[in-house]
């Protein structure tokens, strides 16, 4: 199995920064990693994910052009880059690890290691 733990949220104003972090231990030979989050209220929903070797990476359209994954495998970590905040992106942020390799926009059962969530709070 593979724990995962999340750092870095945090409460900052609408157009702030934030770089989350995921250490991965234990079997850390995972192959897609990827950043969930969930809103109060709402449903958890996908925001990127990355291969492996970091060479694909996808985003939901809101996180386009202003969120980053990336990947250290030296260091077992996993990083969210997250600039120009808005409110909308307050929520609790996972992390999430698979032995399946990325294959396109990642579905949830396909993780099967996940971190307790980190909170994201931005203010307007």
């Known amino acids: 199995q593979v724990q995962l733990v999340e750092s870095g949220g945090g409460l900052v104003q609408a157009g702030g920064s934030l770089r989350l972090s995921c250490a991965a231990s234990?079997?850390?030979?995972?192959?897609?990693m990827a950043w969930f989050r969930q809103a109060p209220g709402k449903e958890r929903e996908f925001v990127a994910a990355?291969?492996?070797?970091?060479?694909?990476?996808y985003y939901v359209d809101s996180a386009k052009g202003r969120f980053t994954i990336s990947r250290d495998n030296a260091k077992n970590t996993m990083y969210l880059q997250m600039n120009s905040l808005k409110p909308e992106d307050t929520a609790v942020y996972y992390c999430?690890?698979?032995?399946?390799?990325?294959?396109?926009?990642?579905?949830?059962?396909?993780?099967?290691?996940w971190g307790q969530g980190t909170q994201v709070v931005v203010s307007s």
């Open positions: 234990g079997r850390t030979f995972v192959s897609a």
């Open positions: 990355i291969s492996r070797g970091g060479g694909a990476t």
């Open positions: 999430a690890a698979s032995f399946r390799p990325l294959n396109g926009p990642p579905r949830e059962y396909e993780y099967n290691s």
